[in-house]
């Protein structure tokens, strides 16, 4: 995955923090998915950049119980509508192992906490559909050259689990109910395991792509 750099003002971050953790209606919204090839590689890679500041500083502020368990569920929808479209656009078999890892290991946990929220009798509402943020992520996806999918696709769940670790990492440190504090310390595990299985998955595709440039 090549690095770029994105600026953004302490200002615009903190509307664009608000802005994200809303919930998305696509039909209510008249929500159109993007058809392959329609995305800028290089505004698809800003907005990346921009959407993984904000979720860490997201995942960093997410202190209460009701905000983790919101969180938990939020990355989990995500997880899974990303991993369907990987299994339905790339090519590679490794990408389709990390795809079909995701949505194995994202709809256990949406089990486990929902299970939790019962047991518990929490006060919290799960979301049952994208917010803001994911959602952009996944029409950047849908929109993505099939040539550039699998970085696309491998660089955000990168930076999706970067987030994960920190909001499950916190949690299991300083929650406030015993059960999700558990919760979410089996998930940390999971999650540095997956990370990286992504890290060396992008390790492998910048190393075809340089391999390629010389050709």
């Given amino acids: 995955m090549k690095v770029r750099t994105f600026c953004l003002s302490g200002a615009a971050l903190l509307f664009a923090l608000g802005a994200a953790a809303q919930p998305v209606s696509r039909e209510k919204a008249g929500h159109i998915d993007p058809a ?3 995305k800028s590689e290089a505004v698809a890679t800003a907005k990346d950049k921009l959407g993984h500041a904000v979720g860490v500083i997201s995942a960093e502020m997410t202190t209460t119980t009701k905000g983790f368990v919101s969180a938990a569920a939020a990355t989990d929808i995500y997880e899974v509508e990303a991993a369907k479209l990987a299994l339905n656009r790339t090519k590679s078999n490794k990408v389709r192992q990390l795809a079909e890892a995701m949505i194995t290991a994202h709809t256990r946990t949406t089990k486990e906490l929902k299970t939790i929220v019962a047991e ?3 006060d919290v509402i799960l ?35 970067n987030e994960a670790l920190i ?12 059960a999700l504090k558990k919760f979410a310390g089996n998930v940390e595990n999971a999650v540095k395991k997956h990370l990286g299985m992504a890290e060396r998955l992008n390790k492998s595709i910048e190393a075809m792509e340089e391999k390629s440039e010389k050709h």
Avoid: A
């Fill in 120 to 122: 518990e009798k929490l």
């Fill in 36 to 38: 392959p090839g329609s």
């Fill in 127 to 161: 979301p049952d559909k994208l917010d803001v943020r994911h959602q952009t992520m996944i029409d950047d996806l849908r929109g993505v050259k099939l040539v550039d999918f699998d970085e696309r696709y491998v660089g955000q769940q990168i930076d999706t689990h």
């Fill in 167 to 178: 909001l499950m990492r916190g949690y299991h440190s300083s929650g406030d109910n015993v």
